[in-house]
């Protein structure tokens, strides 16, 4: 079965650090792009950051520079969410997907385009 697992997710005190994990099961993730997303209550899906496949290049949402860095390694079919000084706003339900793409430096992650999608994991920033 093709799929994508997040975990890492959970409760964290605003301030807090988490970092989130996107693991693939029965495929390899070496030739995707690698997206992450979330979703909030009440509130259309928000695009956070995309990762090439080489994991050469990276893009992050404006807002979230700084704060937020997407990484892979690749011998572990994972990519990541580093989550940094974690704000309220930041609750969320995190997903991940991924993109086949031939160029191995592209990090365009259209979540209209995004071929595999994880189930998400609850980001929950509160005190």
């Known amino acids: 079965q093709l799929q994508l697992v997040e975990s890492g997710g959970g409760l964290v005190q605003p301030g807090g650090s988490l970092r989130l994990s996107c693991t693939a099961s029965?495929?390899?993730?070496?030739?995707?792009?690698v997206g992450w997303f979330r979703q909030a209550p009440g509130k259309e899906r928000e695009d956070i950051s995309c990762i090439s496949s080489s994991g050469g290049s990276t893009k992050h949402a404006e807002s979230l520079k700084g704060r937020f860095t997407i990484s892979r390694d690749n011998r572990k079919n994972t990519v990541y969410l580093q989550m940094n000084s974690l704000k309220a706003e930041d609750t969320a339900v995190y997903f991940c997907a991924s993109r086949r793409t031939h160029d191995r430096e592209s990090a365009f992650c259209p979540n209209t385009a995004m071929q595999y999608w994880g189930k998400g994991t609850l980001v929950t920033v509160s005190s």
């Open positions: 029965g495929f390899t993730l070496d030739s995707d792009a």
